[in-house]
């Protein structure tokens, strides 16, 4: 059988701590007293800390010094792994854990390429830890998407070439960083926020019972 690396982000496709995020953005944004809604956190999915922190301060025309951004950042940290604490199993979302089996029983490649700063703690959290046979996450990458950087990574620590790479991404930049590295985007959400992608389904139970074996035959146009 042929084979593919299959790379996964994080947020929005295995587990959805999008909420956490948004919670804790929106207490850092109210206490700098900066309205901030689902509309401004959905431009922050797949940026980095810092950058998030910066568009927050700039959409509310704000400015801090350099000591309080910082204690912010850690104080927003801080609430949000609070909040993954209390993850367990059954916060997968639907279909990615039997995905996930059916590519290990094939002895597909499977990696993480996630933002995210606590990738590790989180998978271990939903169990699914050992799945993955590669995980890059913010703390070894120093480009956000949509530079393909976390993702080349991954397929280098799979050692697979990004040609024979499949990436599964929630948002623009993260498709648009697969795209960029020549690796075939699936996305996961709204196929019009994702339509650069060459494939989006609204999650994984949307996919047709084979699609693991049409995704190993398919190729990037």
């Known amino acids: ?56 301060l700039a959409w509310g025309g704000k400015t801090i010094d350099a000591a309080t951004f910082d204690s912010k950042l850690i104080e927003k940290n801080q609430e949000y792994l609070e909040m993954v604490e209390t993850l367990t199993q059954t916060d997968i979302l639907p279909g990615v854990h039997e995905f996930l089996l059916r590519l290990r029983s094939s002895g597909q490649p499977i990696a993480l390429g996630s933002a995210s700063k606590n990738a590790r703690p989180i998978l271990k959290k939903l169990g699914i830890y050992d799945l993955f046979d590669a995980i890059v996450d913010g703390t070894d990458v120093t480009k956000a998407k949509p530079d393909p950087e976390v993702f080349i990574k991954a397929c280098q620590l799979l050692d697979m070439p990004a040609q024979n790479a499949i990436v599964f991404e929630d948002s623009i930049a993260g498709v648009q960083a697969a795209n960029n590295a020549g690796m075939i985007s699936i996305g996961l959400g709204d196929p019009e926020n994702l339509k650069e992608a060459d494939a989006v389904f609204s999650s994984f139970t949307e996919m047709p019972a084979d699609y693991q074996e049409q995704l190993l035959k398919k190729v990037k146009k």
């Open 1 to 56: 059988m042929s084979k593919k690396a299959f790379i996964f982000d994080l947020d929005g496709v295995v587990v959805d701590t999008a909420k956490f995020h948004f919670v804790a953005w929106q207490r850092l944004a109210a206490s700098l007293d900066i309205n901030f809604t689902e509309v401004e956190n959905e431009q922050l999915k797949g940026v980095s800390r810092v950058r998030s922190l910066e568009k927050i």
